[in-house]
């Protein structure tokens, strides 16, 4: 929970450049930029999801209607307050935009690593019921490897086998868990 | 003597020790990964400790819970980049250490302040734990309200940046909990007509997404390909009679410093770690040498950084309020297993809180042996390539949430929460208070319908716990936005000062 402030907790850090997860010092690289859009588009994220808050709990059908400290009145009430927060915090990101020199900077190439996992997840989700978990893992965990800079037939044939035999091994020989 | 023996005896048993052994392990290779948080560790780990008794699950996840506390310095010392955020004041004399060819000691010193600070902890937890519960048995439902209120305001005020992103992050948590069956009445709320949303989203899978998938993610996002430089010179390992007097005081300071700041609910051990350093600095006779290698200054801030273990488990188990980011996992871990941390805990399993602390002392006991005799082994790990250890977090994570309940649905949840949390970890909206408002919002929920339907809403404030928690709460909200104002004005004030007597000679 305190991930979000380790680099600024940490003394050593000169401004603007964060330390790096799996660097040394000598290796600093930059912080992420301040953005005002990006603030105003989570800002504006916020509002939208406590307004739909507010106003689906307006919604919520009762098995008895008795008024006052309802089933609604909780959510609504998180989805008003939410709802002036998420204002405030707009008017904040628009005036004043947050430094994020707390982070790293992202990469262009990160971000298509991230897009290209998060499809192969999704990907492998699918494919997992239908042609089960022992043909859809090599196949996933390849392509993984090999999104993640992993070369040469050792490594991509080999990790994979090995891995998806140890899972199959543990999960579904030790714990009995269905894969 | 009956609760003790009872207690003891699920220790004897083989396959808790085997997870023992295995939680060990687990525990000590995630802390000596870089990136690799404890947070993450235990996380993903709850998917298929699920699946074991509650004893055995413990197991595992608490030895993962200590051991990460060892691994965690070996990078901070060697190639000062700290294994998880509770390792970041060991960067500070532990690489300028390394760097003058100590690190072997470094190493060794670190091991035996570690488990000397968790020791001191958990004699804490012994001692105060039960009658801490015992006071909370005496609360109604307008002090529980108050207490989780309370929670939830210092996790805000610790993990955000932006308190007002704080406070909306909790408030979403908060309101994913209402997802589900109204927990006084039974009304359905934002269901949609989906029979899995009736028992509300699965909170493993959400947690493993918000602090697993999330930061890998987030590595994944920002990586730059560098070339890991650990110090290779290890030189002598033992510390000297000398260099242990040496490290006796800043010891005292750091046990006192980390098992009260693991107390606070939500303080963890990263914290701890650097309130330790800069008191010992403070303390110290020779405070110059503070950051350029001083064995004091790594003595305070390992002790204080591992003595926050039984702080933060005396608030889990006696109050049901996560001591920290590893313990809100914990609590969502048992309360699958039917155990509800909190005081009824200390009534209804007397024994189960005699084995968890069973558990934490031989992980911590076994944790140095390990740390001791396979150090030079673990050095090397940090050459692992980083595809591998990406590609086994993601696979590990996906089919440790599908065995939560053998269901694709609670693994895209996961997948989701995973993607929310990357967005809300780059625009500063911190998990923390979402995780701890999902897991206490019916607790809070409940207990505030009831006190207002019974006593009315005054009762809020004229029961004298509930009031001082509430104000407590409003005080921690407000203290680091007072802090961060007076900062500004102090950075301005420099500033206006050449105007100001530009003005006056004009």
């Keep these: 929970m305190n991930e979000a402030r380790h680099s600024q907790a940490t003394p050593s850090r000169t401004d603007g450049v964060a330390p790096a997860l799996g660097s040394s010092d000598e290796a600093a690289v930059p912080a992420a930029p301040t953005s ?119 490594v991509l044939l080999g990790f994979p086998a090995l891995t998806t035999g140890f899972i199959y091994l543990l999960f579904h020989t030790l714990l009995e868990v269905p894969l | 003597m009956n609760v003790l023996v009872d207690g003891l005896a699920p220790l004897l048993d083989p396959t808790v020790l085997v997870c023992l052994l295995a939680g060990l392990l687990v525990g000590t290779l995630v802390g000596a990964f870089p990136g690799v948080t404890g947070s993450m560790a235990v996380a993903l780990a709850a998917g298929f400790t699920l699946t074991l008794e509650p004893v055995q699950g413990l197991a595992v996840l608490l030895t993962i819970y200590v051991g990460a506390n060892y691994g965690d310095r070996i990078p901070s010392i060697l190639v000062n980049t700290p294994g998880t955020p509770a390792a970041i004041a060991t960067t500070l004399d532990g690489y300028p250490l390394a760097k003058q060819g100590k690190a072997g000691l470094a190493l060794v010193a670190s091991s035996f302040v570690t488990t000397g600070g968790i020791l001191v902890s958990m004699a804490v937890f012994l001692l105060a734990a039960r009658p801490i519960a015992q006071l909370a048995l005496n609360f109604g439902p307008a002090e529980m309200f108050a207490l989780v209120v309370f929670g939830l305001t210092v996790m805000i005020s610790i993990s955000s940046r932006s308190i007002l992103k704080g406070v909306i992050a909790g408030i979403g948590g908060l309101a994913i909990a209402t997802v589900g069956r109204d927990p006084v009445t039974g009304d359905e709320r934002f269901v949609f007509g989906v029979n899995d949303l009736n028992s509300g989203l699965p909170f493993i899978a959400v947690i493993i997404g918000l602090f697993g998938i999330a930061e890998l993610f987030d590595q994944l996002l920002v990586h730059r390909a560098h070339v890991l430089r650990p110090i290779s010179s290890l030189g002598r390992w033992w ?108 009534s209804n399993d007397p024994e189960l809180v005699v084995t968890i602390a069973a558990i934490m002392i031989v992980a911590t006991v076994l944790s140095l042996g390990i740390s001791l005799v396979r150090m030079r082994g673990m050095v090397r790990l940090l050459d692992l390539p980083h595809h591998f250890l990406w590609a086994g977090i993601l696979i590990f994570c996906v089919v440790g949430t599908y065995t939560t309940t053998n269901s694709m649905y609670t693994v895209w949840v996961m997948l989701g929460s995973g993607v929310l949390g990357l967005a809300m970890k780059r625009t500063g909206f911190p998990a923390g208070p979402v995780v701890l408002g999902l897991l206490l919002g019916p607790l809070a929920e409940a207990n505030l319908r009831r006190t207002l339907l019974i006593d009315g809403p005054t009762a809020l404030v004229t029961q004298p716990i509930s009031a001082v928690l509430l104000v407590l709460a409003l005080v921690g909200l407000a203290t680091p936005i007072v802090a961060r104002v007076r900062a500004s004005r102090r950075a301005e004030a420099p500033s206006e000062r050449p105007r100001a007597a530009a003005g006056r000679s004009r």
């Design chain 2, 239 to 346: 510390p000297t009679r000398g260099e242990l007097a040496q490290m006796r005081k800043p010891f005292a300071l750091g046990s006192v410093i980390g098992t009260v700041v693991g107390i606070v609910p939500a303080a963890g051990g990263d914290i701890a770690g650097l309130i330790g350093w800069d008191r010992a600095k403070r303390m110290s006779k020779e405070p110059e040498k503070f950051g350029k290698g001083s064995l004091e200054g790594l003595a305070a801030a390992d002790t204080s950084s591992s003595a926050t273990l039984g702080g933060s488990l005396t608030t889990t188990m006696a109050l049901g309020i996560p001591g920290d980011s590893v313990m809100a996992v914990m609590i969502g871990s048992m309360v699958i297993w039917g155990l509800q941390p909190g005081p009824s805990l200390f």
């Design chain 1, 36 to 154: 005002r859009p990006l603030e105003i588009t989570s800002a504006l994220g916020a509002l939208v999801f406590l307004g739909a808050l507010a106003f689906l709990a307006r919604r919520i059908e009762l098995r008895a209607e008795t008024g006052g400290v309802d089933p609604r009145w909780w959510p609504e009430l998180l989805g008003t307050v939410g709802l002036v927060l998420a204002v405030a915090l707009l008017v904040v990101s628009v005036v004043r935009p947050a430094s994020r020199d707390d982070l790293e900077a992202s990469t262009r190439a990160g971000f298509v690593r991230v897009g290209i996992t998060v499809a192969l997840t999704a990907a492998y989700l699918v494919a997992w019921p239908l042609v089960g978990f022992l043909a859809a893992t090599p196949v996933f965990l390849l392509a993984l490897t090999a999104v993640f800079g992993g070369r040469g037939w050792q």
